[in-house]
């Protein structure tokens, strides 16, 4: 089970039409590979962020799938152009079956 | 041949007497002295100060460790979102607010808001009302054993670096500003004297890295000029935070010493010491390191 996991998410409030804005997310989780061994030389188990996507009004943004190899805390920034007003959706799901989920709204001026 | 033995003879006593000119103090002046700016300007840091009068003779001035570290690392301190030091931040202000112990307090029940601790971080560690010396965990463990009815938290635990760091960044921006006189003084003297002691096979000193060899690399890295005005410390090379008592005992081992414990007087004692080295620089809050 992870503790302390915590999702980040920074989008701006507000953008033009058809503007590309930049989106930075970051995810606090210790991303354990599953090919450590511990002190006494028992593997310890493979826990991490196994996916990650984003929506827009339901429109998928951005869908990816994980793997062992990523480092802790892991981070993600992308352009994305927003047409309408709207809110993101940003999904994490964990190996132990949890999700996390953050939503940020955007207004288009 | 024997012209050139002689030139091989004139060249290797050139060398020498260049060795010689060298001076035992080899530091490199940082390049620049610019700012930390903040999240695009909310707050700005000054990376350089005049150094305290206690230092006169030592440094003229002194500098933060974020002049000394490469301009990706510099960077991800400049804005909150990719510090990720600030996580824990988030993670010990969640904690600050969680009632714990057979009290049914949390910090807050008393504090209230976290941002009652601004100030707190420029004067740690100090003396307090009994005449002992205490770094900000000794007065964390103290509020949770007797007001909370709590358990004491492990001198280096996450959740111990989580509250130093929530704590600590209320105070960002503001001087470092340790008392080192009054009841503090003999506490302060034996910092500096374990700052100049030769530790470990290795026989360094604090002093010998960080004052006399300041900018110039150790390993793969530049020295800086030990400050502490930044901890704890998001480290990259840990993927966490490191309070300054870690930061010690891994200094003294790499010595190949018998280091202190983490919170041992002895440690107490040298953080106030190098606290007040760093005093009128600003409190970082959580920086990030190599």
């Avoid at chain 2, 960002?172 to 500003?177: L, T």
């Avoid at chain 2, 930044?230 to 891994?250: C, D, E, I, T």
């Avoid at chain 2, 107490?268 to 005093?279: D, I, K, P, Q, T």
Wanted: negative net charge; charged residues 25%.
């Amino acid at each position: 089970m992870a503790d302390n996991v915590k999702p980040r998410v920074r989008v701006p409030k507000t953008a033009k039409a058809g503007e590309v804005i930049t989106i930075k997310t970051l995810i606090s989780h210790q991303m354990e590979s599953g090919q450590r061994k511990d002190q006494d030389g028992n593997v310890i188990p493979r826990s991490i962020i196994n996916h990650f996507s984003v929506s827009f009004n339901g429109t998928p943004v951005l869908d990816v799938k994980m793997e062992p190899a990523i480092s802790t805390n892991p981070y993600f920034e992308f352009e994305v152009a927003v047409p309408e007003s709207g809110e993101f959706l940003f999904t994490w799901k964990d190996d132990d079956g949890s999700v996390y989920e953050d939503r940020q709204s955007i207004e288009i001026s | 041949m024997s012209s050139i033995r002689m030139k091989t003879c004139a060249m290797t006593a050139a060398v020498a007497a260049l060795f010689l000119s060298v001076p035992s103090h080899a530091e490199t002046e940082p390049e620049t002295t610019d700012p930390i700016v903040i999240n695009g300007g909310e707050l700005e840091l000054p990376t350089v100060a005049p150094a305290p009068a206690h230092l006169e003779g030592v440094f003229d001035q002194i500098y933060s460790g974020w002049l000394f570290r490469d301009a990706a690392t510099q960077a991800m301190q400049m804005d909150d979102f990719e510090n990720p030091g600030m996580i824990f931040v988030d993670q010990g202000i969640d904690d600050w607010n969680t009632v714990e112990g057979k009290a049914g307090k949390s910090c807050a029940s008393c504090h209230e808001d976290i941002e009652s601790m601004k100030g707190v971080r420029a004067a740690m560690p100090k003396v307090n009302e009994a005449g002992d010396l205490w770094s900000m965990e000794d007065y964390i463990n103290d509020c949770r054993t007797s007001r909370m009815q709590a358990e004491a938290l492990e001198w280096d635990s996450d959740r111990m670096k989580n509250l130093t760091a929530a704590i600590s960044v209320q105070s960002r921006g503001m001087p470092m500003d340790v008392a080192i006189d009054g009841l503090a003084e003999p506490y302060w003297e034996q910092g500096r004297e374990m700052y100049y002691t030769r530790y470990g096979q290795l026989e360094l000193a604090c002093a010998n890295c960080h004052e006399g060899h300041y900018g110039d690399w150790i390993r793969a890295d530049h020295l800086s000029q030990g400050m502490t005005n930044g901890f704890p410390v998001y480290r990259l090379k840990q993927a966490a935070l490191v309070s300054q008592h870690n930061r010690f005992r891994g200094c003294i081992r790499d010595t190949r010493g018998e280091t202190f414990d983490m919170g041992s007087d002895e440690f107490r004692a040298l953080e106030l010491y190098v606290a007040s080295r760093g005093n009128g620089l600003p409190v970082e809050g959580v920086s990030v390191r190599h």
